[in-house]
């Protein structure tokens, strides 16, 4: 399978970049194919709601760095979005992202049948502070008709290092059995 996997993470060696390291060696071990988007390290600005999908032969009109993501999107098995909770919601890294997905929508693009999954980590003990990530990519999924497979959600991390003293990684690469 081909799996794109969708980072949110300003912090190369953080904690969900730990977990999305162990799902990449798991997934590429089962022989999948893994394309990595790091979005924080991308220039992808925010849907402008123009409507002009694929109108210019490309993705979205505005060209930036999701014209290069969208045709790996669209071949794609799985999508695998990575990130941290910041302020209780989706980084800003990876929310234009999200956002310029409606781009295949509008563009008339076949997308429905693709597995999904989420692997998140934040600093408070409670589950419920993910839920700002969670459910928008659990909606989000069922709006483009995907199969969510599975998420990884690992409270009480911060510093570097941190995921270490929890089984997210484990999660994580346990995760591509489910893909």
């Known amino acids: 399978m081909k799996i794109v996997v969708i980072t949110g993470s ?3 060696d953080g904690n969900s970049f730990a977990m999305t390291k162990a799902f990449i060696e798991a997934a590429e071990a089962k022989g999948h194919t ?5 979005a924080a390290a991308k220039n992808v600005g925010g849907c402008h709601a123009c409507e002009t999908c694929y109108k210019s032969g490309k993705a979205c009109s ?5 014209n290069t993501l969208a045709p790996d999107i669209l071949e794609a098995d ?3 979005f990575t990130m941290p909770v910041y302020w209780y919601s989706i980084p800003a890294q990876i929310k234009g992202v999200i956002d310029k997905l409606f781009s ?3 563009g008339g693009k076949d997308i429905a049948g693709k597995k999904c999954a989420l692997i998140t980590c934040c600093e408070e003990h409670d589950m419920s502070v993910m839920d700002g990530v969670k459910i928008p990519i659990e909606r989000s999924a069922a709006l483009l008709k995907w199969e969510m497979v599975g998420e990884v959600l690992i ?7 941190d995921i ?3 089984d997210g990684c484990r999660q994580a690469a346990a995760l591509a059995d489910k893909i």
């Open 34 to 38: 893994v394309v990595r988007f790091d």
């Open 62 to 66: 505005f060209d930036d760095d999701f």
């Open 78 to 80: 799985a999508v695998v």
């Open 10 to 12: 300003p912090r190369k």
């Open 104 to 106: 295949l929508v509008v």
């Open 155 to 161: 409270p009480g991390v911060l510093k570097v290092g």
């Open 164 to 166: 270490d003293n929890t």
